[in-house]
T-cell receptor, first 114, second 113 residues
């Protein structure tokens, strides 16, 4: 079946630094990938939709300059949290779309900013 | 407007019993897909079952079945013969035109030995 690899699984960084999270579709090409954020005991909130070769579409309230998304190839999308602060600590998870309804999720990244 | 509604924040079920997790949805699109995911404490989203809006029969995958009532816009998940490993968060989700994916607020299921 379709597999999406997300790295790193967890990361701790100092306030003010940037962190990059990678999302790779291993055995299929994903023209569309999605990035979600999840706070403890809450649902997944869609942050942005990224299409290969074009700019990401951000949801209302998501800072584009803070959460940089790059979808440079059909198998890789990256989310960079720039100048991270403690309030950015969260669980970030990506998903890749194959076909019409083939959504596959990565295993998530737990970010802690200290 | 809320696209997916899960009204049960938490549910308990005895081991080996069946449990139903409720989900209602809202869309005006004739074509859409309904999904259930399991999220254990590790955080990964595990796909359980899918129902297409045009599917005539209810979807089943092993111990999971989806009770699809189109007129009522409900897509309840039924887990039969609950196991301790079923304890997790369960999310109902929907995708309609535009490839947007909407999640419900989730239901925390606890299986009691």
């Amino acid at each position: 079946g379709a597999v999406v690899s997300q790295h790193p699984s967890w990361v701790i960084c100092k306030s003010g630094t940037s962190v990059k999270i990678e999302c790779r579709s291993l055995d299929f090409q994903a023209t569309t990938m999605f990035w979600y954020r999840q706070f403890p005991k809450q649902s997944l909130m869609l942050m942005a939709t990224s299409n290969e070769g074009s700019k990401a579409t951000y949801e209302q309230g998501v800072e584009k300059d803070k959460f940089l998304i790059n979808h440079a190839s059909l198998t890789l999308s990256t989310l960079t949290v720039t100048s991270a602060h403690p309030e950015d600590s969260s669980f970030y998870i990506c998903s890749a779309l194959q076909g019409i309804y083939g959504y596959t999720f990565g295993s998530g990244t737990r970010l802690t900013v200290v | 407007a809320q696209k997916i509604t899960q009204t049960q924040p938490g549910m308990f079920v005895q081991e080996k019993e069946a449990v139903t997790l409720d989900c209602t949805y809202d869309t005006s699109d004739p074509s859409y897909g309904l999904f259930w995911y399991k999220q254990p404490s590790s955080g990964e989203m595990i796909f359980l079952i899918y129902q297409g809006s045009y599917d005539q029969q209810n979807a089943t995958e092993g111990r999971y079945s989806l009770n699809f009532q189109k007129a009522r816009k409900s897509a309840n998940l039924v887990i039969s013969a609950s196991q301790l490993g079923d304890s997790a968060m369960y999310f109902c989700a929907m995708s309609d035109t535009g490839n947007q994916f909407y999640f419900g607020t989730g239901t925390s299921l606890t299986v009691i030995p």
